[in-house]
C-alpha cells in the first residue's frame, strides 16, 4: 500500500533500521519536505540506533530538500531517485555519502 503522507515514512524508519547494516555510520539528515503532506524531518543514526524527529537541526551532515510529491513518489517506487536529482528536483548539500546510504537495503529494509 503506497505511503500518503511524509510524516509516514519517518515514523516508520527506526523499526526498518537495521543496525549490523549501518555499522559505525553515524550522520543527521535534514530533510526540508515543501507541500501540504511533507514537513521538516530530522534522520539522526548513532552508535547503532536511528531516530526520527520533526523539525529542523542546527548542523546536520546532509540535508535534502524536495517537495512531497517528489519524496513519495521516490518512497513509493513511482519515481527514481537519480532521475529526481538529475532534474533538480531534489537538492542535497552536504554529504551525499549519508544520504546514499539511507537507499542501501542492508540499512534500511522495505516497510
Given at each position: 500500500m503506497p505511503l500518503e503522507?511524509?510524516?509516514q515514512?519517518?515514523?516508520?524508519?527506526p523499526s526498518r533500521f537495521?543496525?549490523?547494516g549501518a555499522g559505525n555510520w553515524n550522520a543527521t539528515i535534514q530533510f526540508l519536505i515543501s507541500g501540504d503532506k511533507g514537513g521538516d524531518y530530522v534522520v539522526k543514526i548513532e552508535d547503532g540506533?536511528?531516530?526520527t524527529s520533526e523539525g529542523v537541526t542546527e548542523a546536520p551532515s546532509a540535508t535534502l530538500t524536495t517537495d512531497a510529491d517528489t519524496w513519495l513518489g521516490i518512497i513509493n517506487g513511482?519515481?527514481?531517485?537519480?532521475?529526481a536529482f538529475t532534474l533538480g528536483?531534489?537538492?542535497i548539500s552536504g554529504s551525499?555519502?549519508?544520504?546514499m546510504k539511507l537507499q542501501n537495503p542492508a540499512v534500511f529494509g522495505k516497510a
Amino acid at each position: 500500500m503506497p505511503l500518503e503522507h511524509c510524516k509516514q515514512v519517518f515514523d516508520a524508519m527506526p523499526s526498518r533500521f537495521k543496525p549490523e547494516g549501518a555499522g559505525n555510520w553515524n550522520a543527521t539528515i535534514q530533510f526540508l519536505i515543501s507541500g501540504d503532506k511533507g514537513g521538516d524531518y530530522v534522520v539522526k543514526i548513532e552508535d547503532g540506533t536511528c531516530t526520527t524527529s520533526e523539525g529542523v537541526t542546527e548542523a546536520p551532515s546532509a540535508t535534502l530538500t524536495t517537495d512531497a510529491d517528489t519524496w513519495l513518489g521516490i518512497i513509493n517506487g513511482t519515481t527514481n531517485p537519480m532521475m529526481a536529482f538529475t532534474l533538480g528536483k531534489i537538492k542535497i548539500s552536504g554529504s551525499m555519502g549519508d544520504v546514499m546510504k539511507l537507499q542501501n537495503p542492508a540499512v534500511f529494509g522495505k516497510a
